[in-house]
C-alpha cells in the first residue's frame, strides 16, 4: 500500500510542479463570488488536481514554518490560499524526491519565488503526507527533514 500512497501524493504535486503558483491560486481566489457560500468554495478548491487525491475533511498544517497555522478541510485550505497568495508576486517549485516512510510520505521540494517587494527568496520545502483509504488526509509543512522526521518519530 506505501508505493500506492507515493502515487498518490505524487498525483498532487506533479499538476503544477515547475508552475508558478501564484497565477493559479490567484485565478481560484478571484473566482470565489462568495466565500460566505461553503459548499461552493469547497467545489471550486475540489476541482483542482492537487485538490483532487484529499479527503474533504483534510488537515493542512503549516504552524512548523510559522505561517498561517492549521487548515481544516477543503474551505479552510481555501482561506489558506487566499491569504497566502497575497504574500507572493511569484512562486514555483520543482519537486525532488519523494520518500515512503510506512505511514507518511515525505516530500522535498525546492522553490524559487519573489516576495511582495520583489524580494527573492529560494527555499527547500519538506513535507509529511499522510493517508487512508487512498486519499490525502493529513499535510505537514516543515523546514527541514531533520523537523519532518523528528515529528514522525524517525529522526536519527
Given at each position: 500500500?506505501?508505493q500506492e500512497n507515493?502515487?498518490v501524493?505524487r498525483?498532487?504535486?506533479?499538476?503544477?510542479s515547475?508552475?508558478?503558483?501564484?497565477?493559479?491560486?490567484?485565478e481560484?481566489?478571484?473566482?470565489?463570488?462568495?466565500?460566505?457560500?461553503?459548499?461552493?468554495?469547497?467545489?471550486?478548491?475540489?476541482?483542482?488536481?492537487?485538490?483532487r487525491?484529499?479527503?474533504?475533511?483534510?488537515?493542512w498544517?503549516?504552524?512548523?514554518?510559522?505561517v498561517?497555522?492549521i487548515?481544516?478541510?477543503?474551505?479552510?485550505?481555501?482561506?489558506f490560499w487566499?491569504e497566502w497568495?497575497?504574500?507572493?508576486e511569484?512562486?514555483?517549485?520543482e519537486?525532488?524526491?519523494?520518500?515512503d516512510l510506512?505511514d507518511?510520505?515525505?516530500t522535498?521540494?525546492?522553490a524559487?519565488a519573489r516576495?511582495?517587494g520583489?524580494?527573492p527568496?529560494e527555499t527547500?520545502?519538506?513535507?509529511?503526507?499522510?493517508?487512508e483509504d487512498g486519499k490525502?488526509?493529513t499535510?505537514?509543512?516543515f523546514?527541514s527533514?531533520?523537523?519532518a522526521?523528528?515529528?514522525?518519530?524517525?529522526?536519527?
Amino acid at each position: 500500500m506505501s508505493q500506492e500512497n507515493v502515487e498518490v501524493v505524487r498525483s498532487a504535486n506533479e499538476p503544477h510542479s515547475g508552475e508558478d503558483m501564484v497565477p493559479i491560486i490567484r485565478e481560484f481566489v478571484e473566482g470565489i463570488t462568495d466565500w460566505s457560500d461553503t459548499d461552493a468554495v469547497v467545489a471550486a478548491a475540489a476541482s483542482d488536481p492537487m485538490v483532487r487525491p484529499m479527503r474533504p475533511d483534510v488537515e493542512w498544517d503549516a504552524s512548523a514554518i510559522g505561517v498561517f497555522g492549521i487548515a481544516h478541510g477543503l474551505y479552510g485550505l481555501a482561506l489558506f490560499w487566499k491569504e497566502w497568495v497575497e504574500m507572493w508576486e511569484s512562486y514555483v517549485y520543482e519537486m525532488r524526491e519523494y520518500r515512503d516512510l510506512g505511514d507518511w510520505v515525505l516530500t522535498v521540494n525546492d522553490a524559487q519565488a519573489r516576495g511582495r517587494g520583489g524580494i527573492p527568496v529560494e527555499t527547500r520545502a519538506v513535507q509529511l503526507w499522510q493517508l487512508e483509504d487512498g486519499k490525502i488526509v493529513t499535510v505537514r509543512l516543515f523546514g527541514s527533514e531533520v523537523e519532518a522526521l523528528e515529528a514522525v518519530g524517525l529522526a536519527e
